[in-house]
Structure formats: structure tokens, C-alpha cells
């Protein structure tokens, strides 16, 4: 996948602005843990206000559920308010993204984009860009090369807007043994010390985006679905937070959010996409979209464009061309627990 | 219109009943009440702050909620299929089994649908559920199973002792051509509910510790013990504070269902425990956890074992004829069947799927203070609809309450 490839309307993405030094320990998100912001989904959807607007608002939602035309509803309450109750009102109604025609997902776009506009008084640029023709994502990972730095896993929290404050991560970097083989029971993904340390090697795991995901099944509601390129996404306001997904995903690839998550508001990721990293809400599941937001425009997922070792490799698995399938062609490869039928699109091997 | 009719009466007359009643009720329903405010109120708490107050963290996702779902699905189960023995066993009351029984099934499904619904992380959007609203992953999610199994067994059992009630409460003989089909209709739906719930978690590659073919069998036998363990209580407590007769045949005919149950429940406890330690696998590390504790976690290692030696002390005791034939003894290995049970079927069960995770972590879960007074609030919620549906039955069986007819 080449990064500079214009074929798709370009975004005024400015390349890793502030790439922090520290190692995705948590050190960088200490600054939020004092509630000052109005952080994720607050910021689209908890708007401040005194009792008086509050009121306002409530009456106004009640107006228009009682279908009162929405014209009276300026007795009451001034447009600005009007307006954003009137976007909550139709963002808790609308239906399952994946369902929604073209009309119906530009709808719920602008609504999110408008809805922050009127709070924060920023744009965002939420994408709601469909899955190219004849694209299959998949992932390699050279475990000889990886050194244990997690540079992708805090690339990974800063593009993807994770909740800081619980410090939430999609991937995992295993440390293991030398001379003990793949024994993850006895790894450590939870390291503080220098690496690469001796006697050590290391191995990321995250969601492999499987061909047949166990996670995409046992949804009720089907607010987890494998997309056409092969990406496994979730529609975070279609998501009942039961977390049967979670039971039921071998690989540790989905997290929830079990409260409010915090970004700090000059550190939100600004170029979203609806399936991607856009601001999440308490009781909901995310995982690793593969950067659905990057990788949809033809840019590699953050955690592959900030390894420092290069062992990460991300491509399209249907061009003959891509270096990701000169790695399965030439290496010997293979996945995680591929006996339980999986089929990830996530492969290992080693130089 | 006239059964319409009947039917407002009823109610009232009913509200009348159990609004009214000794002093020992008035605190028993007192207590209860002040329970379910606690319980409500911590979930407003939960509902306010997220799940995060809750003991379940990513590692173990499910935790008390879940655990106490699967344990009263099965009590609501077991008690409707308690009725198939008794009818096949003959000279037993067979309407009184159904009424309480399907009372208790009743309580039980509430508490069901209220431990997955506290459970949940969005709970306003759970319209998005709702089928042709919303979307139904149905037949692929065996989670929308469950919720149609359980929806249609909560209806089967409140319109049979409903149908039984109204005539009786007209002073007329309720047809057995109207509702023993509708008996056993709910006995076959018992069993299902039950082997879906297994399956709900019997189908998960994911989870070795569940993904095991004795599991829904197994729910079934320890379902049939734990049940009508609880109905032998219930009927001993009725029988104590109500004019209602409950022969001592009955009691002696339900404790050969608990007896038989329970020592089928522990050969699959064997089974498992061979296959999990003659030749330990990979897969058999959850069970280590359970009962030996793993890298010096060992937070389930006293439950299961009190679990374990209660279940083994109560099936022995109840083998014994002599033994279970003194209603004392009974009433009390019934309670300890019980509560082993819900320890087995409940954290016993759920928790150590989780544990180790994925690649191997070891997270131990232990509930948090929020979770255990929404969970006591919820069964205190149980105790509560059941005390009124029984309450109202039996005064409907007693005569107690009888339709006037007035002008018509």
C-alpha cells in the first residue's frame, strides 16, 4: 500500500505531529486524570448547561416526542439547544449502520460533526468511506525484528482516541523466553523495564480481523460485522454493551468501555471515520479496526507506520504486488489457534 | 367482556390480599422492599458511573450478573419440570405442584431478564433488540435464542396458573383439557431453555473451560436438584405460615426427584474431573484454577470446595431413606443443595472461563460492593413477586377470595 497514492481525496492529515518520547506505559496520560475536560463522548453529547437550558432541553425533547412540529418548539428553547436535542433525539433513533443507505449514513455524519461544531466549536472530519473493490486487508509481523519498544501501541492509543484515563489498548506486546518457545502463559504483556532485554523476545498480538470471527456471530444485535476488505468493525451507537463478543473472541482482541472514556480535548484525533476511531461512549465494545480511518485512504495502520524495527507489514493480501504477499509467499508463516477455525488474517514468521 | 370483568375483579381483590396480612409478612415484605430501594439505588450508581463499578474488568467480562442468570434459569426451568415426575408418579395434588412451581418459575424468569438487563452497558438501547425494530441476529447469536426461549416460557407460565386462578377464583373446576397441554408444553420448553443457556456458552471455541459437551446435560441434572430443592422449602415455609395443605406425600415425592437428580449431577461431576486431570491438557488449566488455584491465585479455591463438599454431604445424606424421610434433615440438606448449586452453576462456572485469559493472563475477579446489592436487591425483587403470586394463589385455592357476581 503506497502512502502517497492520490487516487482517493486527500486529507489534511499533518504526519505524527507530536510523537511522544515515553513508551506507551502510561506515563503521557498521567495529565488527564484530572477531570478537567469534557472528554469522548461528553464532548459530542453532554452539553453544559444551568437548570434553565436544562429544562429547555428536556422540554423540548419532550415536545418533540409527544410530535409536536418541531416549530413549536421555539417558545421554548433557543435554536443552538434546539438543535442539539434535536440531533440527540434522531442520533438514539437511527438504525444499524450497517443497514443505513448512503443518505442515511451522510445523515448520521453530519449530525456528529454538526453536534461537535456546536460544542466545541472545531470541525471533525468524520469519514464514512465504504470499502474499496478487490481489497483484502491483512497483517504480518516479523517476530525476529520486534524489540519490544510498543512505539505502535502508543501510536496506536493516539490515533484510535482510547480512553486515557484506563489506559486502554488494542495491542498487546507479549515478552517471552528465550529457549521456552510461544509459551504465552508464561509472557509478560505488562512490561516497565529497558528493552530489548536480554533473554527476551517479543510478539504483538491485537484483533487478526479473522475470515470467520467468532466475535462477528454472537452478536444480538449485529453491531459487529466483517466488512468487505476484510476489517472487523463495530457501529459503537448500534452496540448494547452485553459483551458476548468478548466471551466469545480467543484472541483478547476486544476491549470495553466500562466507563466514560477521557481524551484530552487538544489530543483528540480529528480525522475519523464512523467505523473507525471516532469518540466512543461509556457501555460500549472497540477494538483495532486495522486504522479503518488510514488504511480506507491507502496509509498504513498507525502501529505499522510508527514501528521503529519494521515488523510490521500491512497490505492488501488481493495485490499480487503488495509486500504482504511477498511475506506469505516467501516466509513461512502462520497464525494463532488456527486449529479453532478462525482463519486470521494476521501472520507471523521469522527471518 | 365478562372474563374481562372477572379478571378486574381479581386483581383487585388480589391487590386487597396481599396488601393485608400478619405481622410477620408485613415485615417480611418490608425487608424485602427496603432490599430492592438499596438495590435500585445502587444501580442508579452503575447506571450513572458505568460498569467500571463493578468488579468485572476486561479480563473477566461477566462476572455476578451472568452468574446468577445461569444458575435461575435453571430454578425456573426445574421447577416447571418438577411437574412432569409428579404427574407421571401419580397421587400427587398435581395443580398444587403447577401453581407454585409455575410461581417460582415466574420470580425466577424476572430475575433472569433483570440480572442480563443490569448486566448490560447500554441498557436504553436495548430496543435495538427488539425484533422488526430492531435487529435480531436470529438463528446466528444463540443470545437471541435465549431471549426468545425465555420470553415464550415466562408467557407459557403466567397464562397457566392465570387460566387456573380465574376459574377457581369463579368457584369453577378449571379444565385439565385446557391446561395439561399447556403443562407439558412448558416441561419440553424447560429443557430448552436450559440446553440454549448451556449452548450460549457451550459454543464458544474461545473457552475451553465451557466449550464441553457434558455442559447442557449437566445444567439439567443440577437444575433438577437445585429446583425442586428450592420448591421443598417453599412448600415447608407455606405450609408453616398458610392454611394451605401441602400432604406430607408431596414433600416425600419431590425429595426422590431432588435425590435422584443430585446423584446424576455428581457422576458428571466425576466425568469431568477425570477428563480434566487423568490426562490434563492445555485445555484442562481453567479447571486448575477452579479447584487448585493457579501461580497463587486462588480466589474460587473456598467456594468450590464448600460447593463441592456440601453437594457430596447432601447426596449422601439424601440417599438414605431413613435420613431423607426426617423433614428436619430434609429442609436442611435442601438448603445446603441449594446454595452448593449456586455456587457450581453460578461464579463456579462463569468465572474460570475467564480465567487464564486469551494469551495466559491470570486477572482474578471478585465482585464489588455496588454489584452484590444490585445482585441482593434483584433476588429480594424475586422473593417479592413470588410472596405476592403465591400469596393470591393460595388464597384463590383456599376460597379465600371468591367472585361475587353483582348485577349481572
Known amino acids: ?351 | 367482556m365478562k372474563t374481562l370483568k372477572v379478571f378486574g375483579s381479581l386483581v383487585i381483590a388480589s391487590f386487597r390480599e396481599v396488601t393485608q396480612g400478619s405481622r410477620a409478612y408485613n415485615i417480611w415484605m418490608a425487608f424485602l422492599t427496603f432490599v430492592m430501594l438499596f438495590g435500585m439505588f445502587n444501580y442508579g450508581v452503575q447506571l450513572d458511573e458505568g460498569l467500571s463499578v463493578t468488579g468485572m474488568t476486561d479480563r473477566v467480562s461477566w462476572g455476578l450478573y451472568i452468574s446468577n442468570f445461569t444458575f435461575l434459569v435453571g430454578v425456573a426451568a426445574a421447577a416447571v419440570m418438577l411437574v412432569l415426575p409428579a404427574y407421571v408418579l401419580k397421587n400427587i395434588d398435581f395443580k398444587q405442584a403447577v401453581l407454585i412451581g409455575e410461581g417460582l418459575a415466574v420470580a425466577a424468569l424476572l430475575m433472569c431478564l433483570a440480572f442480563v438487563i443490569a448486566d448490560m452497558g447500554g441498557p436504553a438501547r436495548l430496543w435495538h433488540m427488539i425484533p422488526v425494530i430492531g435487529v435480531f441476529n436470529f438463528p446466528n447469536s444463540m443470545l437471541t435464542w435465549d431471549v426468545l426461549v425465555l420470553n415464550g416460557y415466562l408467557f407459557i407460565n403466567i397464562t397457566i396458573p392465570m387460566y387456573i386462578l380465574v376459574k377457581r377464583y369463579q368457584g369453577k373446576v378449571p379444565n385439565p383439557k385446557i391446561y395439561i397441554p399447556g403443562v407439558f408444553l412448558s416441561v419440553f420448553w424447560a429443557v430448552g431453555i436450559h440446553m440454549i443457556t448451556a449452548f450460549l456458552y457451550q459454543g464458544l471455541q474461545a473457552r475451553p473451560f465451557w466449550n464441553n459437551a457434558l455442559l447442557g446435560p449437566r445444567f439439567l441434572a443440577s437444575a433438577f436438584a437445585a429446583g425442586p430443592a428450592l420448591i421443598i422449602i417453599v412448600l415447608a415455609i407455606i405450609r408453616k405460615f398458610t392454611a394451605f395443605k401441602v400432604p406430607n406425600n408431596t414433600i416425600q415425592k419431590i425429595s426422590l426427584i431432588v435425590t435422584v437428580a443430585a446423584q446424576i449431577n455428581l457422576i458428571m461431576l466425576i466425568s469431568e474431573l477425570f477428563k480434566e486431570f487423568y490426562a490434563p491438557t492445555h485445555h484442562s488449566i481453567s479447571a486448575v484454577y477452579l479447584f487448585f488455584g493457579l501461580k497463587g491465585k486462588t480466589a474460587l479455591l473456598p467456594w468450590i470446595w464448600t460447593s463441592i463438599s456440601m453437594n457430596v454431604v447432601a447426596t449422601i445424606i439424601l440417599t438414605f431413606h431413613k435420613l431423607r424421610n426426617n423433614r428436619k434433615i430434609l429442609y436442611v440438606v435442601c438448603a445446603m443443595l441449594f446454595v452448593a448449586i449456586w455456587i457450581e452453576k453460578g461464579f463456579g462456572l462463569i468465572v474460570p472461563g475467564f480465567i487464564p485469559g486469551p494469551w495466559g493472563k491470570i486477572a482474578e475477579y471478585s465482585p464489588s460492593f455496588v454489584e452484590v446489592s444490585v445482585t441482593l436487591g434483584i433476588w429480594a425483587m424475586g422473593a417479592f413477586v413470588f410472596t405476592i403470586l403465591a400469596k393470591t394463589g393460595i388464597a384463590i385455592e383456599l376460597g379465600k377470595i371468591v367472585y361475587h357476581k353483582k348485577e349481572d
Open chain 1, 1 to 351: 500500500m503506497s502512502s502517497n497514492n492520490k487516487k482517493w481525496f486527500s486529507l489534511n492529515l499533518t504526519n505524527k505531529s507530536n510523537k511522544s518520547e515515553s513508551r506507551g506505559c502510561g506515563k503521557e496520560f498521567d495529565s488527564c486524570s484530572n477531570n478537567k475536560h469534557k472528554d469522548g463522548y461528553d464532548q459530542i453529547m453532554d452539553v453544559p448547561m444551568d437548570r434553565r437550558s436544562a429544562f429547555k432541553k428536556i422540554t423540548t425533547g419532550l415536545l418533540m416526542g409527544a410530535g409536536a412540529v418541531s416549530t413549536s418548539c421555539s417558545v421554548v428553547s433557543g435554536d443552538d439547544s434546539k438543535e442539539k436535542s434535536s440531533i440527540e433525539w434522531e442520533e438514539y433513533f437511527k438504525g444499524n449502520y450497517k443497514l443505513m443507505t448512503d443518505e442515511e449514513r451522510n445523515n448520521t455524519v453530519d449530525r456528529l460533526v454538526r453536534s461537535y461544531e456546536l460544542r466545541k466549536g472545531e470541525k471533525l472530519n468524520i469519514s464514512s468511506k465504504d470499502a474499496e473493490d478487490d481489497v483484502l486487508f491483512g497483517y504480518a509481523f516479523n517476530i525476529s525484528k520486534c524489540q519490544g519498544y510498543m512505539d505502535c501501541i502508543t501510536a496506536c492509543v493516539e490515533e484510535n482516541n482510547q480512553d486515557r484515563s484506563s489506559q486502554m489498548q488494542y495491542i498487546r506486546i507479549h515478552e517471552m523466553d528465550d529457549g521456552k518457545g510461544f509459551n504465552f502463559e508464561e509472557s509478560n504483556d505488562n512490561y516497565y523495564h529497558e528493552v530489548p532485554a536480554e533473554g527476551h523476545f517479543y510478539m504483538g498480538t491485537q484483533c487478526f480481523h479473522c475470515e470467520n470471527p467468532p466475535c462477528v456471530e454472537v452478536c444480538p444485535v449485529q453491531a459487529t460485522w466483517k466488512e468487505k476488505d476484510g476489517i472487523v468493525v463495530i457501529d459503537y451507537d448500534w452496540c448494547i454493551g452485553c459483551r458476548y463478543c468478548m466471551a466469545a473472541c480467543p484472541y483478547d482482541g476486544r476491549r470495553f468501555n466500562w466507563k466514560t472514556p477521557e481524551v484530552p480535548e487538544e489530543e483528540v484525533n480529528k480525522n475519523q471515520h464512523y467505523l473507525g476511531n471516532r469518540l466512543r461512549k461509556k457501555g460500549v465494545m472497540e477494538k483495532c479496526t486495522f486504522c479503518i480511518q488510514r488504511s480506507r485512504i491507502g496509509k498504513n495502520p498507525a502501529c505499522a507506520e510508527a514501528c521503529p524495527t519494521g515488523s510490521r507489514t500491512f497490505g492488501n493480501l488481493l495485490d499480487p504486488n503488495s509486500n504482504i504477499r511477498w511475506i506469505l509467499e516467501n516466509k513461512k508463516v502462520f497464525r494463532l489457534k488456527e486449529d479453532l477455525g478462525t482463519e486470521p488474517k494476521f501472520w507471523y514468521y521469522m527471518d
